[in-house]
């Protein structure tokens, strides 16, 4: 991304004068752009913040680059950094090798340690693939040994570009609903007070609130916009494609491109679900899920999730728990979370 570009995506952004405006830096890794490039991120979101508006950052890392520099960096100027681990050695290092194909797992857990140290907020998320989805268990007793307070899980669910046939290093239905239901359980057990997971975390605060914190559950998909390096935006990180590109910010302000019509459409047509999903019990809390897990099993196009089968399964175990923990909840005890990116 050019100086330019940002630039501009910061002043016209910040101009619209938001009481809350939020910037979540994503990549590939964008770590590679170098820290003198978030320093000037830091010194734009000055030069152009309005009075009494609060800004947020995110940074979403394999952290390999996260040296003592950017970590008192990400301190000072409160980053909230998302952390990629995929659980223990043995899962991790399986996908996530450098160039040379070693293992990045050493390289990590050094920085995680680097980041309790320099006080630097961060979350961890967890690809779930063919190779960790099956040991719940391994992946949370790692997670608490290692003081892991705050985690998110990401499916991975890809599609061969040729055959459109669901890739080898995907999961299965049945495998995200068995582990849904155990890490739930450890979850539960282990106090929901204690470990902040943000799957679960939405879901109880629909039970308590009626609004899910993440897009996942929503009724529609327009809480945010991409801009990509030359200033092309697009509806959404899993859409950066040329039919959802809707304009660039050199040619239509950021206000336009957010509430535009394309936009509209795309944030309407989560609602366009399968006559299955409009008839189960379970609608008001999943929505139909994410579009982009919309493909059936042969890999063709459909209105329902591909998982499906895992949250019929998951909230037909966990509601009567959630239920349980709104009511507390509702009743005065606090239960911690945090921010995601």
């Not at 009724?219 to 959802?244: L, M, R, T």
């Not at 491109?257 to 008001?284: D, E, M, P, V, Y």
């Not at 897990?293 to 063709?300: C, H, L």
Request: proline letters at 3%; charged letters at 25%.
């Amino acid at each position: 991304m050019s100086d330019e570009v940002l630039e501009r995506l910061i002043k016209d952004y910040l101009q619209l004068g938001l009481p809350m405006a939020g910037f979540s830096w994503q990549g590939g890794e964008p770590t590679l752009m170098g820290l003198d490039f978030y320093k000037k991120v830091v010194q734009l979101q000055k030069k152009y913040g309005k009075a009494r508006q609060h800004i947020s950052n995110a940074l979403q890392t394999n952290a390999i680059l996260l040296d003592d520099e950017w970590c008192q960096f990400l301190h000072d100027n409160k980053f909230l950094v998302g952390i990629s681990i995929d659980g223990p050695k043995e899962f991790h290092d399986y996908y996530r090798v450098d160039h040379s194909g070693s293992g990045s797992f050493d390289k990590v857990m050094t920085v995680i340690q680097r980041c309790k140290k320099y006080k630097v907020e961060f979350n961890i998320l967890t690809l779930l693939n063919n190779k960790n989805i099956e040991h719940p268990d391994k992946l949370f007793d790692f997670f608490i040994e290692n003081g892991i307070r705050y985690l998110q899980f990401i499916t991975c669910l890809e599609r061969d570009s040729d055959t459109d046939k669901v890739l080898d290093f995907s999961i299965t239905a049945q495998q995200y609903g068995e582990f849904l239901c155990r890490i739930f359980n450890r979850w539960h057990d282990y106090g929901p007070d204690k470990l902040s997971i943000r799957d679960f975390d939405s879901i109880l605060a629909f039970c308590v609130s009626g609004n899910h914190t993440i897009c996942t559950f929503d009724k529609q998909c327009s809480s945010y916009i991409v801009i990509e390096h030359n200033g092309d935006a697009f509806c959404c990180d899993f859409y950066v494609e040329p039919d959802w590109r809707i304009g660039n910010i050199f040619e239509t302000p950021i206000e336009k491109l957010a509430t535009g019509s394309k936009k509209r459409t795309f944030a309407r047509a989560k609602q366009n679900i399968s006559n299955t999903c409009l008839l189960c019990r379970h609608l008001s809390f999943c929505r139909g899920g994410c579009q982009k897990d919309r493909i059936a099993s042969d890999g063709q196009h459909s209105r329902q999730s591909y998982f499906c089968p895992s949250y019929k399964r998951f909230f037909d175990y966990a509601m009567p728990k959630f239920m349980q923990l709104a009511a507390t909840i509702s009743a005065g005890s606090a239960i911690q979370t945090q921010p995601f990116i």
